[in-house]
């Protein structure tokens, strides 16, 4: 059973379609490291201090890794590989976003379709907000 905990009347993952395929949790991680919206098939089971850790863990280490932007270039997204999961972080977005996937699944089609959803995302904020005007 897939689930939406959002701040906003449209979000990112308005499209529940991009947990097909063995997808099992998205998150947002927004810059103080707070996981703010989630669209999931299982929920990640740990406390809530757990997962806050967790969540400032992942914005922390985007942090540090962005120190190094200008000789090697932005990260785009980190895969953490474990026993049970594999975790993608995509970076190039004013949030983290995450998501825990099955071990088998192709990690590259998944962060191709979350960067589509991004960038549809950000054209549909564009059209909303319409045309900036000089006052």
Known sequence: MSEVIA????????????????????????KQGKMETTLFENEIYLTKER???FSMELRLQSSMQSDFDSEFG???????????????SILNFPYIVLA????????????NKIKTAIQNF?????????????F
């Not at 701040?7 to 927004?30: M, P, R, T």
């Not at 950000?122 to 000089?134: D, F, Q, R, V």
């Open 7 to 30: 701040k906003n009347e449209f979000s990112l993952f308005y499209d529940k379609s991009i947990l097909e395929d063995g997808v099992e949790f998205i998150g947002l991680i927004n």
């Open 51 to 53: 997962k806050e850790m």
């Open 74 to 88: 932005p990260v785009s997204y980190t895969v953490t590989e474990r026993e049970k999961s594999k975790f993608v």
């Open 100 to 111: 825990i996937m099955k071990k088998n699944i192709d990690h590259i089609a998944v962060i």
């Open 122 to 134: 950000e054209n549909i904020n564009k059209e909303l907000s319409g045309p900036k005007t000089a």
